[in-house]
């Protein structure tokens, strides 16, 4: 759809997807698509949500990508380039937000939402590793097609949103570093959801999945939907189905993680392309 590092007219974007074309978030209608276009380097990706005066609240374009992975919405980031000029970066997931004292348009100083994004290709080449190196048959059923994947997420989603609905509580959708925020007075749940078509004896967990759950484990709550039924086509799935099984004060034990791969930075090339 977009290749990163190319410059395209922003209204070109618009013309296609639609979308506002003004500010810096932009959802279009009829895609499930968020822009997020930005006046700095999106090297380090933090953005700073809209809201040109006052505090921030979470209502339009912040909201939208505060819940984008719930609401199954992929995020695109671009930075401005000449006046109707954008250059893109690439797809992003947002891992979570903050709260800063930043100043307004103004200059006054104001509550505002600092998203922490990622590049959303960094999970998908933990997930493409494991397909690899993960026997299907005993594991979360990795060599499925990306559809089909989407759909058995999105259905362990809704049945843990069912779940704790039923207990009392209120949902918010964040996706990253957890899928869950629930809350019933003062209580506060963080939920990892993990769905499954196998028995569920293994699934997959990122490492930012890992360090958060480990960092929060008074507060964590671990549901995996597994024996999930699959039907339809690759393309075009139809699931159902699944048991649940619950792990409350959750923290992964060490001894219970196996490695699938490793990230290595290669050594810098030297002009003739050898490396040093």
């Keep these: 759809m977009f290749v990163p590092g190319q410059v395209y007219k922003r209204a070109a974007i618009h013309e296609e997807f639609g979308g506002q074309e003004r500010g810096g978030i932009s959802t279009p209608k009829a895609h499930p698509l ?7 380097s999106g090297s380090q990706y933090g953005y700073e949500g809209e809201g040109q005066h006052g505090d921030m609240a979470f209502r339009a374009g912040n909201s939208a990508i ?12 671009f930075e401005q380039q000449r006046k109707s000029e954008v250059r893109y970066f690439g797809r992003m997931v947002c891992e979570g937000y903050e709260w800063q004292q930043l100043p ?5 100083l104001r509550k505002a939402i600092v998203f922490h994004l990622r590049p959303a290709d960094a999970e998908e080449t933990i997930i493409e590793t494991a397909q690899l190196v993960i026997p299907t048959t005993t594991r979360q059923g990795f060599r499925i097609s990306p559809e089909i994947r989407k759909a058995i997420e999105n259905h362990a989603i809704e049945m843990a949103k069912s779940h704790f609905r039923a207990q009392g509580y ?6 990253k570093p957890y899928d869950l925020r ?39 709550t671990l549901f995996v939907v597994h024996g999930i039924q699959v039907e339809g086509t690759a393309q ?41």
């Design 182 to 220: 629930c809350c019933r007075g003062k209580e506060i749940v963080f939920v990892e959801v993990k769905g499954t078509s196998t028995g569920g004896d293994q699934i997959l967990l990122t490492p930012n999945e890992v360090d958060f759950a480990r960092q929060n484990q008074n507060r964590m």
């Design 104 to 108: 307004d348009k103004s200059g006054k």
């Design 66 to 77: 505060r819940d984008h992975a719930g609401d199954g919405k992929e995020l695109h980031l």
């Design 236 to 276: 075009n799935p139809s699931v159902s189905g699944g048991m649940v099984r619950i792990i409350q004060n959750w923290k992964p034990d060490e001894d219970a993680l196996v490695a699938v791969g490793y990230w290595y930075a290669l050594p810098a090339a030297t002009e003739n392309g050898s490396c040093n």
């Design 170 to 175: 209120k949902i918010n959708v964040l996706g």
């Design 34 to 40: 968020i822009f997020i276009f930005t006046g700095h």
